[in-house]
């Protein structure tokens, strides 16, 4: 099993629309999470951090599940500008430095 | 004003070959990063230096040589450059090692061997 699964998509949806992405994270030990965007041919940059409590910035929710590990990103009132890849990244292990990338999940907002 | 700035942008370059790609980051942070990114676009931790000190060196082949004269520059020389190293590689920064601290990118490297 991958540390962290993403589903590829794409998400088509019309502007206006409301849409979520999961993400499953194989380590339950895992402390931080993150949901980063990437653009075609850009770099990623991080969206929103994930707490416990889940958060939320503007038309974007994210959520953690820690009892069936999963996080998850909703995005209210898609504007043609949210069309991107969408990355899960998780820390697996309070000892380990490192963040693990999810492939990422890719939306399509359409007119 | 970029904050994570990488060169060269593009490099095409022939089998065999040796290369650096060089990054510098003007936030003040202490951890610097090694990315690649294949054409599956997954992206994968390659070094992480904390201090200048190595702090994660993943199953990279050794022909792969990190070097971070400052906390502010990490750079990456690959020798022998393979058709399986054609990717994008990314540098990044962070506050320090605490992975709550979110990471700053830079724009990538395009790298193409031919």
């Known amino acids: 099993r991958k540390e962290v699964e993403q589903d590829p998509g794409p998400f088509n949806v019309p502007e206006g629309a409301t849409v979520a992405f999961n993400c499953t994270y194989s380590?339950?030990?895992?402390?931080?999470f993150f949901w980063y965007r990437q653009d075609c041919r850009k770099e990623p940059k991080l969206l929103m951090s994930?707490?416990?409590s889940g958060n939320e910035d503007g038309r974007f929710t994210a959520q953690l599940n820690r009892a069936s590990q999963y996080i998850s990103l909703l995005i209210r009132d898609s504007k043609l500008s949210d069309s991107a890849t969408y990355l899960c990244?998780?820390?697996?292990?309070?000892?380990?430095?490192?963040?693990?990338f999810g492939s990422g999940t890719r939306l399509l907002v359409r007119p | 004003d970029t904050a994570v700035s990488q060169t060269p942008k593009y490099l095409v370059t022939q089998m065999g070959n040796d290369k650096s790609i060089k990054c510098e980051q003007n936030?003040?942070?202490?951890?610097m990063y090694w990315y690649k990114q294949d054409s599956k676009k997954f992206l994968k931790i390659m070094f992480s230096?904390?201090?200048?000190?190595?702090?994660i060196n993943e199953t990279v082949p050794n022909r792969f040589s990190p070097k971070s004269p400052d906390k502010a520059h990490l750079n990456l020389h690959i020798n022998s450059l393979e058709l399986g190293d054609s990717a994008v590689y990314f540098c990044?920064?962070?506050?320090?090692?605490?992975?709550?601290?979110?990471?700053?990118f830079g724009d990538g490297t395009r790298l193409s061997i031919l």
């Open positions: 990044a920064s962070s506050q320090d090692l605490q992975t709550n601290q979110p990471q700053h």
């Open positions: 380590n339950s030990a895992s402390q931080s």
């Open positions: 994930v707490y416990s």
């Open positions: 990244v998780v820390n697996p292990k309070d000892s380990s430095y490192k963040l693990i």
């Open positions: 936030l003040g942070h202490d951890t």
């Open positions: 230096y904390n201090n200048k000190e190595l702090i």
